[in-house]
């Protein structure tokens, strides 16, 4: 049996890297910038549909829910107290994942895949003193990592080949809000919480990413 891959297409991916790629030519003074690091965890929510089940060519239509962990840095710019630009990259590890033939119920067990999303991001931040809450919207590209097929025995022994997607980039969007704390003038801790979307095709990948962290500011 075979399942092919999902199929990642190119779209729309360079305008918020390009806006980012300008945003950075700013004067870098006033301590109006941050460079933050995080980790955390990415919850994906189930995708697929049972109705695209093919006899040996698409044997595991469904990817259930899972978590994988993730880690990341971003740059931000604030052009006001409130105002700010982010350029984030986040990476998505793997996790080991059962898929079920609907057919037959039938079982392979592998390794889902790892990515990395480019985002350039708006934050609106609220005014405080040592708690700063803030929200953000914003789009880039997501990037298959290191892809590749995976041949495995099914729980009624059969070899199963889940063929690995043609293309590895796609458009992604995110938004969400976070909270930064100040330790001191310079430095501090930050939590964020983030609606992701991928728009892969045949299917739309959702999750919802939170991370904890600490930044710099200069």
Known sequence: MKISGLTF???RMFLPLLVMALIVQFDFAGGKNQISIF??????LKYGSE?????FANDFPVTPAHITPSFGISYTRYFSRKIGAELDIRYHHSSRITLVDPSDKDEVKINSSKHIGITGNFIY???GEKFRPY???GAGA???????NQTVESSLGYIVTIEAPEKKVDFTANAGAGVKYLISSKFGLRADLRYIVITTSP???NSFNFVLGAFSKF
């Not at 980790?39 to 994906?44: I, K, L, Q, R, S």
């Not at 109705?51 to 006899?55: A, G, I, L, S």
């Not at 997501?142 to 590749?148: F, I, N, R």
């Open 9 to 11: 297409s190119f779209q």
């Open 39 to 44: 980790t955390g965890a990415n919850y994906v």
């Open 51 to 55: 109705k695209d089940y093919e006899p």
């Open 125 to 127: 931040q609220f005014s």
């Open 135 to 137: 929200l953000l919207i």
């Open 142 to 148: 997501d990037s298959l990592v290191g892809v590749k």
């Open 203 to 205: 299917n739309v990948i």
